[in-house]
């Protein structure tokens, strides 16, 4: 009886709303968004790299303990490990195709970025704090 | 619409795969695309140096000295250097997609301005950074 092998929903019902997965679009905006955030904070990350570059311990501390900076920095780490997680996560899901191996990688992916974020920031708030 | 499954009795291996890069003609925004991902895992991998180098600076002289030393190589020049410029060919694709989600910029001659103005403004930014940096250190 293969005739009636087939699914009787119709495409908008299996995408409307949550979709197959019951989920999918959060990536795609959450990548979008820290995208538009990284563009200005990128900029203020480059500009605070260039003008701490060779400056010595202490000239470096102070800069990067000013609350602008610190903030900016914060701000930056923030947006940018989410983003790049994000952006991992969908390299290894094109390239990875065996299902153990993914599952490794995908939650390899989110403890580098989680271990990133958090020694970036525990690093600027102690410098900021003066510890 | 009803959507009909594969038929059952036919192995999967048999039906049609699409062809892989090496079937297609290169072009430039497939180049872009190309490296709009490569230059994004660089950047994943250089987010260690940015890391590395805020965790000696809290954790003191000597260790911040070491990375310094490290960074102020010719080696650690040539890795910040590609960083940068990484960091602004990803900003620069970064833009063009931000203009394709709006629906512009989808004209085969527009696709082909995006694409070599995004090489020129990535390598341009990347110099006057580098400039700007050196001239000030």
């Known amino acids: 009886m293969s005739q009636f092998k087939f699914s009787i929903r119709t495409p908008a019902g299996r995408v409307?709303?949550?979709?197959?997965?019951?989920?999918?679009?959060?990536?795609?905006?959450?990548?979008?968004?820290?995208?538009?955030?990284?563009?200005?904070?990128?900029?203020?990350?480059?500009?605070i790299v260039v003008s701490v570059a060779g400056r010595d311990f202490e000239e470096a501390r102070?800069?990067?303990?000013?609350?602008?900076?610190?903030?900016?920095?914060?701000?930056?780490?923030l947006s940018g490990v989410i983003h790049m997680r994000i952006g991992m996560q969908v390299i290894i899901e094109d390239y990875v195709h065996s299902e153990g191996a993914k599952v490794?990688?995908?939650?390899?992916?989110?403890?580098?970025?989680?271990?990133i974020g958090a020694a970036a920031t525990f690093a600027v708030l102690k410098i900021a704090f003066g510890i | 619409m009803a959507e009909a499954k594969a038929p059952t009795s036919q192995p999967a291996h048999s039906r049609p795969l699409s062809p892989h890069?090496?079937?297609?003609?290169?072009?430039?925004?497939?180049?872009?695309?190309?490296?709009?991902?490569?230059?994004?895992?660089?950047?994943?991998?250089?987010?260690?140096?940015?890391?590395?180098?805020?965790?000696?600076?809290?954790?003191?002289?000597?260790?911040?000295?070491?990375?310094?030393?490290?960074?102020?190589?010719w080696l650690g020049y040539l890795i910040l250097f590609g960083y940068t410029w990484a960091l602004l060919h990803h900003m620069m694709g970064g833009l063009r997609h931000f203009m394709?989600?709006?629906?512009?910029?989808?004209?085969?001659?527009?696709?082909?301005?995006?694409?070599?103005?995004?090489?020129?403004?990535?390598a341009a930014l990347t110099l006057l950074v580098w400039v700007v940096g050196l001239s000030l250190s």
């Open chain 1, 16 to 47: 409307r709303g949550l979709g197959s997965a019951r989920s999918g679009t959060e990536h795609f905006w959450l990548q979008r968004l820290t995208a538009v955030a990284n563009v200005p904070l990128a900029i203020a990350f480059i500009i």
């Open chain 1, 62 to 77: 102070l800069a990067v303990g000013q609350p602008l900076i610190a903030i900016l920095l914060l701000l930056f780490i």
């Open chain 1, 104 to 115: 490794v990688a995908v939650m390899a992916n989110t403890f580098f970025a989680v271990a």
């Open chain 2, 21 to 73: 890069l090496q079937i297609y003609r290169l072009t430039w925004t497939m180049v872009m695309s190309g490296m709009h991902r490569a230059t994004g895992g660089a950047l994943y991998i250089g987010t260690l140096l940015l890391v590395i180098w805020l965790v000696a600076l809290a954790t003191g002289p000597r260790a911040f000295d070491r990375v310094q030393w490290f960074m102020g190589s």
């Open chain 2, 100 to 122: 394709w989600d709006f629906g512009k910029g989808f004209e085969p001659k527009e696709r082909l301005m995006l694409a070599k103005g995004s090489l020129v403004a990535s």
